[in-house]
């Protein structure tokens, strides 16, 4: 079955870390490239990075610049977001999303900041 | 960045109507890449168009796409009820990606 699965959210404080996952199946991961993206409750769509095929190159939104990651492990079939130093602002359903344009997503994960 | 404004917020119509959502973009969008998403409440987006005219596997010929540069329209022929939902569009061709804030197709 082809999807993606993400995982990891939750409930932290300002200031904390949070690394979500995101599991493929169903396709050859490594053959493309992987999207973040979130939404915050009631808000548009907004990009957060992406991390090319084979991992060897990576951009992000500014507003998360210098504070998250995003890497992958092809042989887990699996892309990872490290976020650091949290904000209020970036509360939001993370979603993970194949190739450009995004033409599979996951269902989200719910990331909370609040203290 | 690339910002898109899209138009109406809203747009209430019932089934058998014809939806017309624009896109417009700040600049110019090379190689028309511009993508159209649906999202239902609870839902992730869908990917509904891509190249700004070309529907995505499985979605069916009442939706449409086209545009240009800076102006883009998805039309939905006869909305069923299964459309009543909210579009984005999504422009691909610079980084950063940048999406619309959504138009909501409500009955």
């Known amino acids: 079955q082809v999807q993606l699965v993400e995982s990891g959210g939750g409930v932290v404080q300002p200031g904390r870390s949070l690394r979500l996952s995101c599991a493929a199946s169903g396709f050859t991961f490594s053959n493309y490239g992987m999207h973040w993206v979130r939404q915050a409750p009631g808000k548009g769509l907004e990009w957060v990075a992406v991390?090319?095929?084979?991992?060897?190159?990576?951009d992000y939104a500014d507003s998360v610049k210098g504070r998250f990651t995003v890497s992958r492990d092809n042989s887990k079939n699996t892309v990872y977001l490290q976020m650091n130093s949290l904000r209020p602002e970036d509360t939001a359903l993370y979603y993970c999303?194949?190739?450009?344009?995004?033409?599979?997503w996951g269902q989200g994960t719910l990331v909370t900041v609040s203290s | 960045e690339i910002v898109l404004t899209q138009s109406p917020g809203t747009l209430s119509l019932s089934p058998g109507e014809r939806a017309t959502l624009s896109c417009r973009t700040s600049q110019r969008i090379i190689s028309n890449s511009l993508a159209w998403y649906q999202q239902k409440p609870g839902q992730a987006p869908r990917l509904l168009m891509y190249?700004?005219?070309n529907r995505a596997t499985g979605i069916p010929d009442r939706f449409s796409g086209s545009g240009s540069a800076t102006d883009f329209t998805l039309s939905i022929s006869r909305l069923e009820p299964e459309d009543f939902a909210v579009y984005s569009c999504?422009?691909?061709?610079?980084?950063?990606?940048?999406f619309g804030q959504g138009t909501k197709v409500e009955l």
């Open positions: 999504h422009q691909y061709a610079a980084s950063p990606g940048t």
């Open positions: 190249g700004a005219s």
């Open positions: 999303a194949k190739d450009l344009p995004c033409d599979l």
């Open positions: 991390i090319s095929y084979d991992g060897s190159s990576e």
